[in-house]
C-alpha cells in the first residue's frame, strides 16, 4: 500500500534535481552569455586606446619633422643672407645691409623682424625699428651660444618670452663678426603646431630650457613646477605615456625636433578621444546584451513549456497506469458483487410481506439497490462504454432519471422540484442517462446527510433543463451546503469523495460520459449548497 506514495515522493524527488540542473545550467549560460559581450567590448576599448596612442605618436613625429623643416628653411633664408659680401659689419657702413634687407624682408611672411647684430650683441640695423632692444644682446643665453658654436641657433628671445629668435652667424675668416637675426612671434601662427591641433589634442613646443615657446596661448599646466621634469622624462622614455598633466587622464608624446634642440609635446584627452568609442561599443555591448538576454528568455519558456508538457505525458501515463489497474480490479469486484447480488434478489423475492417483514424486505432490497448501482459503476468505470450518439429529448431522460433515483430509501426525505422545457440534444441515451442518475444520486445523498447532520432540516434538490442558443443545459442543485473549503479540485477525481459511505465514482463518470459526448460537466458552489451543469450540444429543428 505504501508503493505509490514513496513513487510519487521518488518522483518528485527527481524532479527537483532536474530542475535545480536545470536553473544551474542556466545561470551559467546567462554568466557566460554576460560575459563574452563584456570581454569583447573591454577588449575592442583596449584596441581603440593602442590605435589612439599610436596615432597621437605619429602625428607627434609628423609635427616635429614639419616643424624642423620650417626651421631649417628660416636658418637656410637668413644663412643666405649671412653670407652676401654685402653683409660687412667692419666697413663702417650699413648702407648695403639695409639695402639688402629692405630688399629681401620688407614685410616678410617668414619673420616679424629683421635685425643685425655686431659681435657685442649691439643692434646695428633692424625692421622694423622696435624689433629688438636697443641694449646689447650679448649675455642672452642664445647669442652666447651662437657665438660658441658658430653656428645657427634658435631660441626664445628672452626668457618667458612668446617670440623666439632664428640667429644665424656672420663669419669672415674665420671670426664671428656679428649675426643675422630672424623674429617668429608665436602669436602669428606661422609655425606647423602653433595652434591647436584639434579640440582634444594640445601641441607644444618648448626649448631646451623648458621655456614655451608655442602656442601663443599655451594651457596652465606648462607654468607648473613638474613640467620641465615630467617632459624630460617623456623624451628620456622615447615613447609616450599615460600622464596627468592637467588633473586627468591624458596620453602625451615627447619629441626633438630635429637638431634645433626644441622639443615638442603632444598631449591628448584620452578619455574625451575615446569618449565616441566607448559609446559605439557599449550601445553594441547592450544591443548584445539584449539580444542574448532574449533569446535567453526565449529558450528558458521554451523549456519550460516543454519540462511542463513533459510532466503532464508523465502524469497522464500515470494516471492511465493507475486507473486501468483500477477498472481491472474494479471488473473483478464488480462481477463477483452482482453475483452475490443475484443470489440476494432471488431470496429476497421469496420472503412475505408482512408488515415486519415487509420492512426488513423493503430495507434488504434498497441494500441491494445500491449495491447494484455500486456494481454497474465499477463495471462502467473498468470497461467505459463508447458512445453512440443520436438525437434525444433531454428532458425524457431527466424524467427517466428522477424517476429511478425516486426508489432510493433517502428519497423520502428530500423534496425534488424539476423545472423541464423540451430540448433535444445529441448524445448517447444510455450514457447521458447514467451521468444524468450519478449527478441526482449525488445531489439527494448529499441533501440527506446534511439533514442527518442538523445543518439542513428542510433538504431540497431542484432540476431544470433549459435552451440558451444552440446549448442546452441540465441544472442540478441542493442545498446541502456544498464540498468542504478546498475540495473543488478533486471533486472530479474518481475514488477521492467527500462523503463517509461514497466510493468517489458518481462525480467522475458523469464528466467522463459527458465529456465522451462533446459535452462539459462544471461545478459552483452557491450560497447554500452546489450546483452542477451539464451542456450539450442541441439538436437542430427539421424545417
Not at 513549456?305 to 513533459?310: K, M, T, V
Not at 449527478?439 to 439542513?456: S, T
Not at 433543463?465 to 472530479?492: I, K, Y
Request: hydrophobic share 45%; charged share 20%.
Amino acid at each position: 500500500m505504501q508503493a505509490g506514495p514513496k513513487r510519487v515522493g521518488a518522483h518528485a524527488v527527481a524532479d527537483r534535481r532536474l530542475a535545480r540542473r536545470v536553473l544551474i545550467g542556466l545561470g551559467l549560460l546567462a554568466v557566460l552569455a554576460l560575459l563574452v559581450p563584456l570581454l569583447g567590448y573591454r577588449t575592442d576599448v583596449a584596441e581603440a586606446r593602442r590605435l589612439l596612442h599610436a596615432r597621437v605618436s605619429r602625428e607627434a613625429a609628423v609635427y616635429a619633422d614639419a616643424l624642423d623643416t620650417h626651421v631649417r628653411a628660416l636658418e637656410a633664408e637668413l644663412e643666405r643672407i649671412a653670407s652676401r659680401p654685402q653683409v660687412d659689419l667692419r666697413d663702417e657702413t650699413t648702407a648695403p645691409e639695409q639695402e639688402l634687407l629692405d630688399f629681401a624682408h620688407h614685410n616678410s611672411a617668414f619673420f616679424a623682424g629683421v635685425a643685425v647684430l655686431d659681435d657685442r650683441g649691439l643692434p646695428v640695423w633692424s625692421e622694423p625699428k622696435d624689433a629688438v632692444p636697443s641694449s646689447s644682446l650679448q649675455r642672452r643665453r642664445w647669442f652666447q651660444r651662437m657665438l660658441l658654436r658658430q653656428a645657427p641657433v634658435i631660441d626664445a628671445l628672452e626668457p618667458g618670452a612668446r617670440t623666439f629668435v632664428v640667429a644665424v652667424p656672420v663669419v669672415r675668416s674665420g671670426e664671428v663678426t656679428g649675426a643675422v637675426v630672424g623674429l617668429v612671434d608665436a602669436s602669428r601662427h606661422v609655425l606647423p603646431g602653433g595652434r591647436t591641433v584639434s579640440e582634444n589634442l594640445e601641441l607644444v613646443v618648448a626649448d631646451r630650457d623648458g621655456d614655451v615657446l608655442a602656442p601663443a596661448v599655451p594651457p596652465a599646466w606648462v607654468n607648473a613646477q613638474f613640467f620641465p621634469d615630467r617632459l624630460n622624462q617623456l623624451l628620456q622614455q622615447g615613447q609616450g605615456d599615460t600622464v596627468s598633466l592637467s588633473g586627468a587622464p591624458e596620453f602625451a608624446v615627447a619629441t626633438l625636433v630635429g637638431k634645433t634642440g626644441l622639443r615638442l609635446l603632444l598631449v591628448a584627452d584620452e578619455a574625451a578621444m575615446l569618449a565616441p568609442v566607448r559609446q559605439r561599443f557599449l550601445a553594441q555591448l547592450l544591443l548584445a546584451v539584449v539580444l542574448q538576454a532574449l533569446t535567453l528568455l526565449l529558450f528558458t519558456l521554451f523549456l519550460r513549456q516543454s519540462y511542463g508538457a513533459w510532466q503532464q505525458m508523465e502524469m497522464r501515463a500515470a494516471q492511465q497506469e493507475k486507473m486501468a489497474a483500477l477498472g481491472t480490479a474494479s471488473s473483478l469486484i464488480a462481477h463477483e458483487v452482482k453475483n452475490s447480488l443475484n443470489g440476494l434478489k432471488v431470496a429476497t423475492s421469496l420472503l412475505g410481506d408482512s408488515s415486519n417483514a415487509g420492512l426488513a424486505t423493503r430495507s434488504i432490497r434498497g441494500q441491494i439497490d445500491r449495491l447494484g448501482h455500486l456494481a454497474q459503476s465499477l463495471l462502467s468505470f473498468g470497461k467505459p462504454a463508447q458512445p453512440q450518439l443520436t438525437e434525444a429529448g433531454l428532458s425524457e431522460l431527466v424524467e427517466d432519471a428522477l424517476s429511478g433515483v425516486r426508489t432510493l430509501p433517502e428519497a423520502d426525505e428530500v423534496t425534488v422540484d424539476s423545472e423541464l422545457q423540451p430540448v433535444r440534444v445529441h448524445c448517447d441515451p444510455l450514457l447521458l442517462a447514467t451521468a444524468l442518475d450519478n449527478l441526482l444520486r449525488n445531489a439527494i445523498e448529499a441533501a440527506v446527510g446534511a439533514k442527518d447532520l442538523g445543518r439542513q432540516p428542510a433538504p431540497r434538490v431542484r432540476v431544470q433543463v433549459h435552451a440558451e442558443g444552440d446549448r442546452a443545459r441540465v441544472v442540478v442543485e441542493d442545498n446541502a451546503g456544498g464540498p468542504p473549503a478546498g475540495f473543488e479540485a478533486q471533486l472530479f477525481q474518481p475514488f477521492v469523495t467527500s462523503k463517509p459511505k461514497g466510493i468517489g465514482l458518481g462525480l467522475s463518470m458523469a464528466r467522463q460520459a459527458v465529456e465522451q459526448q462533446g459535452g462539459r460537466l462544471g461545478f459552483e458552489r452557491t450560497d447554500v449548497g452546489s450546483r452542477f451543469t451539464v451542456e450539450l450540444q442541441r439538436a437542430k429543428a427539421v424545417a
